[in-house]
């Protein structure tokens, strides 16, 4: 909020955008009729995703039976220099998780 330019006023009016044009999206969660009870997890990183402060952006679920029961977004604390570091440190984070679910 600091000092904003030029750029961050288009994100703020992309945003508005976004949000107006997805009023009527939603998640619909259903019950499982598959009768499996397998936890997936799924992993995804960016590389500098975060412009202002040269962060990647990393993120993780896990499902167990369809349904979300774990869930972590955030900015990774150091300075990311490829790709494959950005996923490899979240994939690391995700198995953090994994091992305490």
């Known amino acids: 909020m600091y000092n904003p330019g030029r750029g961050h ?27 499996k009870k397998e936890c997936t997890e799924y992993v995804d990183s960016d590389y500098v995703g975060d412009l202002d402060k040269c962060q990647s952006r990393m993120e993780y679920i896990f499902t167990l039976a369809q349904a979300s029961m774990s869930w972590h977004s955030t900015l ?23 091992i305490l679910l």
Do not use: H, P
Not at 18 to 30: D, M, R, T, W
Not at 78 to 98: P, Q, R
């Open 9 to 35: 006023c288009e994100t703020m009016n992309w945003i508005l955008r976004y949000i107006k044009g997805s009023i009527n999206v939603a998640l619909v969660f259903e019950k499982d009729t598959t009768g």
């Open 76 to 98: 990774q604390s150091i300075v990311i220099l490829s790709t494959m570091t950005a996923e490899y440190i979240a994939m690391i984070e995700a198995m953090k998780e994994a």
